[in-house]
């Protein structure tokens, strides 16, 4: 009996994203360049993207520059049809100063990247409640940055305005000077007006305080829809002593859909940014904050660990041990989040 192998070639596909083209490269199985091209960004052109890279052999994975932004709508076509797609990151300053910048060499950079194994990475599905999660936070986020610049340019007119208007309003909180504000009026016209400088102040005022009110609302609207959707999504999250919704969404949405995709709970870690790096110099041994990762998920472990060193007596009695044995309020609280980080990734 004979047997025949398989004399099909193997290839590995990189993709360079774009807005309105995608351009795609294959290599075979020692990273000879066979051929690229370029395709729409649309559902068409994924179709003809992936039909033109089969008629040049068997599709071993596809490595993909910007999953999470131009590249998400190829990476979840690709996935859905059973390919096996790897982010890759785009080229550092240095490999393109070596080796110049165009499509067809990020492409072919990206098909490289996968084979030797440099990028490994498994892009984040976008297709469930997650996704809908980090949507709603776009708003949300949106809103809150408008609130917080609207506040402090009412409180710089406020600073900077007519010395009466200003003794009227000093002292204030923030919630008083807002009520304040949205009541001011000015009868006079501005260009009839005697003091036009003032009433200039109080219209400006009062339509900053009826901005940051709108955007309170919009929030605490966003708020009520995101409460319940995170609470279906991670129960056990929310139930984790000091996680809010605001902080269980922030977590869900660093760890995607297909959380599956870490591995384990140190590279959980390492995502987050807490994973400890090594700062040891001669008889010195120590280690110092991670500034890698994501940094909002950073601060959404930090603010976990400062409520529970306010009111967790647990980690009251652990931040005093650690303080007797010689480590700083900051080491104390990077210890913190690293513990904290294992078990987020174990719920």
């Not at 040891?280 to 998920?297: C, F, I």
């Amino acid at each position: 009996m004979t047997s025949m192998t398989s004399t099909r070639r193997v290839v590995t596909v990189g993709v360079d994203t774009h807005s309105d083209v995608h351009h795609a490269a294959v290599i075979d199985e020692v990273g000879r360049p066979l051929a690229d091209a370029g395709f729409p960004a649309t559902p068409d052109g994924y179709r003809q993207l992936l039909a033109w890279a089969g008629t040049h052999g068997e599709i071993n994975a596809f490595g993909v520059e910007g999953t999470g932004a131009y590249g998400a709508g190829l990476a979840r076509h690709l996935q859905t049809t059973g390919q096996t797609v790897i982010e890759v990151d785009r080229p550092d300053r240095k490999t393109r100063r070596q080796r110049g910048k165009s499509d067809p060499i990020d492409a072919y950079a990206a098909a490289a990247a996968v084979l030797s194994g440099a990028a490994a990475g498994t892009p984040k599905t976008r297709d469930g409640r997650v996704e809908a999660i980090r949507t709603l936070r776009v708003a949300r986020r949106s809103a809150i940055k408008g609130r917080t610049q609207a506040i402090n340019q009412l409180k710089a007119v406020v600073l900077t305005g007519p010395a009466k208007l200003r003794q009227a309003l000093a002292g204030q909180s923030t919630r008083q000077l807002l009520t304040t504000c949205r009541r001011l009026r000015s009868t006079e016209h501005l260009t009839e007006a005697a003091d036009p400088i003032t009433a200039a102040a109080k219209l400006t005022m009062r339509r900053l305080a009826r901005r940051i009110a709108a955007l309170s609302e919009e929030i605490d609207e966003l708020d009520a829809e995101l409460r319940p959707l995170v609470t279906a999504t991670a129960p056990a999250l929310m139930a984790v002593y000091g996680v809010g919704a605001e902080v269980a969404a922030q977590l869900l949405v660093t760890a995607g859909d297909n959380s599956d995709r870490l591995r384990s709970e140190a590279a959980f870690a390492q995502l987050c940014g807490t994973a400890p790096l090594p700062a040891s110099s001669g008889r010195t041994t120590r280690h110092r904050l991670n500034r890698g990762g994501d940094r909002h998920a950073n601060f959404a472990l930090h603010i976990i660990a400062l409520v529970r060193l306010s009111s967790h007596q647990p980690t009251q009695d652990y931040a005093a041990r650690r303080r007797a044995e010689g480590l700083s309020n900051l080491e104390i609280i990077r210890c913190l989040k690293r513990y904290i980080a294992r078990e987020i990734h174990h719920v």
